[in-house]
């Protein structure tokens, strides 16, 4: 699939180098391996335009208990804090919640 992955991600991009929404939703439109190309566009754009780019209502939308988003921003943090020599603790999420997540969803 890299053949059609790489070009279809670099035509997004070139595209919407700076509009985070408009970059997923085109590549999303293009069909094919969406979860794989839009993972890969969103990194791309987003480390660019950065998090608050990305349209609240999809944040808000994100059901990953007992990964949330709140969980997330603090990895991110600790990560950024371990690259500059700080020594941190990283929490690990319950497992057995996201077992029952799974097993209702």
């Known amino acids: 699939y890299i053949y059609q992955t790489v070009p279809a991600v670099i035509h997004c991009w ?14 999303i439109s293009c069909g094919g391996d969406t979860d794989t190309t839009g993972a890969i566009l969103g990194s791309i754009i987003g480390a660019r335009v950065g998090a608050a780019s990305i349209p609240k209502e999809w944040l808000e939308n994100i059901i990953a208990f007992p990964i949330t ?11 950024t804090m371990s690259l ?22």
């Open 14 to 27: 070139l595209r919407n180098q700076n509009n985070y929404k408009n970059g997923l939703l085109e590549i």
């Open 84 to 105: 500059i020599g700080n020594d941190v603790s990283i929490r690990r999420p319950s497992l057995i919640f996201a077992l029952i997540r799974n097993l209702l969803a």
């Open 69 to 79: 988003n709140e969980y997330m921003n603090t990895l991110a943090k600790k990560l």
